[in-house]
């Protein structure tokens, strides 16, 4: 069983900054597709950035511009720089992955990391 596990989330005021990681039980080049989500209580995860297996990046219009994903294939491990933070900002961020085994597409995601911004 593929577990990923969020790491990095804290208290910052406006305009503060923090990395989040996510660390993968298996080798990361074997997802098609990784990403961070935020997780709203009750409400559907929204999609925050998404990075491919080639390094294709993308980004929800909310975040460009400040932040970053990216990962280390070496530490099996996928980032998100978060650079000017805004109040908005504040929630719980969970990491996803997916990848295809028989032609059948597997999702994963973790238990997510809290990030709260102050004003």
């Known amino acids: 069983q593929v577990q990923l596990v969020e790491s990095g989330g804290g208290s910052v005021q406006t305009g503060g900054s923090l990395r989040l990681a996510c660390v993968a039980s298996e080798n990361i080049i074997l997802f098609d597709t990784m990403g961070w989500y935020r997780q709203v209580q009750g409400k559907p995860r929204k999609l925050v950035a998404t990075?491919?297996?080639?390094?294709?990046?993308t980004y929800t219009d909310s975040v460009k511009g400040r932040f970053t994903i990216s990962t280390d294939k070496d530490k099996n491990t996928m980032y998100l720089q978060m650079n000017s933070l805004e109040p908005e900002d504040s929630d719980v961020y969970v990491c996803?992955?997916?990848?295809?085994?028989?032609?059948?597409?597997?999702?994963?995601w973790g238990r997510g990391t809290q990030v709260t911004v102050s004003s």
């Open positions: 996803h992955g997916d990848l295809t085994i028989w032609h059948k597409e597997i999702e994963y």
């Open positions: 990075i491919t297996r080639d390094g294709t990046t």
